[in-house]
């Protein structure tokens, strides 16, 4: 079993949807990453984040440390946030690593 | 734009040689990691240095070694290549080492035939 888990694997949804990625974890936990992959590879940082919730325009993470689970949002969707978003968890005994989750491929069709 | 620059951005290599991938971090950050993606998977770790020596590393082999300079540029040498070292390596820059946000490059695509 992966340390990192998210669901789902792929999303297909409509302009305009509220969009839920989720994603558990098995470790103990400095903080968690929510980062975006475009095609051709580049990664972005979106949230870093050890407790509560974090906005940012239309995207809004969650973490509950207890259920060891976070959430990544994004309302009003819009196609150019179609790109595979990655959970990422900076580990408590190893601090200088990211354990990644496998990604979750969204399209957002037009 | 992240500041963090790779290069080459593509490479073909053979079986058996060896290669040489280079990363310059974000101005200011004195700490760079490593991870190889492979196709359809999340990054993996393979190591972080630190203000010039190795910090951390991952479930890599030895032939997987690094290098940081002191403008905290980093290169990433693989020796004795293998078909499975085909993947994307990915460069991130940070402030420091730890829990800080990371700054990632757009990666090497490699391919080894």
């Known amino acids: 079993k992966n340390e990192v888990e998210q669901s789902p694997q792929n999303l297909t949804a409509q302009e305009g949807e509220f969009i839920t990625i989720n994603c558990s974890y098995s470790?103990?936990?400095?903080?968690l990453h929510w980062l975006q992959q475009h095609p051709g590879g580049g990664i972005v940082s979106l949230f870093m984040?050890?407790?509560?919730?974090k906005k940012h325009g239309r995207l809004i993470a969650t973490i509950n440390i207890q259920e060891k689970h976070s959430s990544l949002h994004i309302t009003a969707s819009h196609p150019r946030d179609s790109a595979v978003y990655i959970c990422?968890?900076?580990?408590?005994?190893?601090?200088?690593?990211?354990?990644w989750g496998a990604g979750t491929k969204l399209i957002i069709k037009p | 734009e992240t500041g963090v620059t790779q290069s080459p951005t593509h490479l073909i290599k053979t079986r058996g040689q060896q290669v040489t991938l280079r990363c310059s971090s974000q101005?200011?950050?004195?700490?760079v990691s490593w991870y190889q993606q492979a196709l359809g998977q999340g990054p993996q770790f393979i190591f972080q240095?630190?203000?010039?020596?190795?910090?951390g590393r991952g479930n890599f082999p030895p032939r997987f070694s690094g290098l940081q300079f002191p403008n905290y540029s980093s290169e990433l040498n693989v020796n004795a290549l293998e078909l499975d070292d085909s993947a994307l390596y990915l460069c991130?820059?940070?402030?420091?080492?730890?829990?800080?946000?990371?700054?990632f490059g757009q990666g090497t695509r490699l391919t080894v035939v």
């Open positions: 984040l050890s407790s509560g919730k």
């Open positions: 101005s200011g950050h004195n700490t």
């Open positions: 991130a820059s940070s402030l420091n080492a730890g829990i800080t946000e990371a700054f």
């Open positions: 990422a968890v900076t580990p408590m005994d190893s601090n200088y690593q990211l354990i």
């Open positions: 240095y630190y203000r010039e020596e190795e910090n």
């Open positions: 470790v103990g936990i400095s903080a």
